[in-house]
């Protein structure tokens, strides 16, 4: 929340602080929020705000989804990432995390079957979600197909997938990552030009999204930081 309230306090719509919090960093969400106009509620222990469960230190914030036209617009335009079904909000925001700091351009979140952009999703991304440009989408499918018209291809994780250092991925690139139950969605799985995978040799069978989503993402960064080149070849390199 101190990160949005820096650096991007128009996603910011409320602010709750608890009675009993004290000290100086009270007193600096308070000069934050008076200087960007943001109400402040000094909220009692039982106040409905701090039900739920999540860890809040004595603050609570009210995050607003913003257009397209107010977001952040930092990172590589050409380096995307479609999300949906990430029912966990921790998830979430820990994917947003991992996003901003591989450089994503842009994240896509599908808008049924996905957690809201809330405090707690904010508080898992460790402020990433203030610099990140963040859109919610009605249909992945749709998304997918405006893309792939303008040149980009599309990779989605999923167990059996080829490994991220087999495959190409400079250029314009939408990386799809699935929920935590069932992965990818059909449709989703259909438009993509191939599916990445990433060898598990111990003895689990899987990692957590947002962990696997960073070991694709930083393969990503490090083709793309050695060289740009156009995807015409396809995700084979043929």
């Known amino acids: ?102 450089g994503v351009g842009r994240v896509l979140v599908r808008d049924r079957g996905s957690a809201p952009l809330s405090a707690v999703a ?13 859109e919610r989408t009605g249909s992945s499918a749709q998304e997918l197909e405006r893309f792939k018209q303008e040149g980009y291809w599309i990779y989605g994780l999923a167990a059996g997938g080829e490994a991220p250092w087999s495959l190409d991925l400079t250029g314009p690139l939408v990386i799809c990552v699935g929920g935590e139950e069932s992965g990818l969605r059909k449709l989703t799985r259909e438009r993509c030009d191939a599916l990445i995978g990433l060898p598990m040799l111990g003895h689990v069978s899987s990692l957590n999204l947002s962990t696997a989503a960073a070991a694709v993402l930083y393969e990503a960064v490090r083709q793309r930081s050695g060289r740009s080149r156009g995807l015409s070849e396809g995700p084979g390199k043929t």
């Not at 128009?10 to 009675?19: C, E, I, M």
């Not at 004290?22 to 106040?47: F, H, K, N, W």
């Not at 904010?122 to 963040?134: D, M, P, Q, V």
């Open 1 to 102: 929340m101190h990160e949005a309230l820096q650096s991007r306090a128009d996603s910011v719509g409320h602010v709750w602080v608890l009675q009993q919090r004290r000290g100086g960093r009270r007193e600096e969400i308070e000069s934050l929020c008076q200087r960007a106009s943001i109400p402040l509620t000094v909220a009692s222990e039982t106040d409905p705000i701090w039900l739920g469960g999540a860890v809040h230190n004595g603050f609570a914030a009210e995050i607003v989804e913003r257009t397209a036209d107010s977001m952040a617009s930092g990172g590589d335009a050409t380096f995307v990432v479609l999300a949906e079904d990430v029912q966990d909000p921790r998830n979430l925001g820990a994917l947003l995390r991992v996003c901003e700091g591989a």
């Open 122 to 134: 904010a508080k898992s991304s460790a402020g990433a979600s203030a610099w990140l440009r963040t």
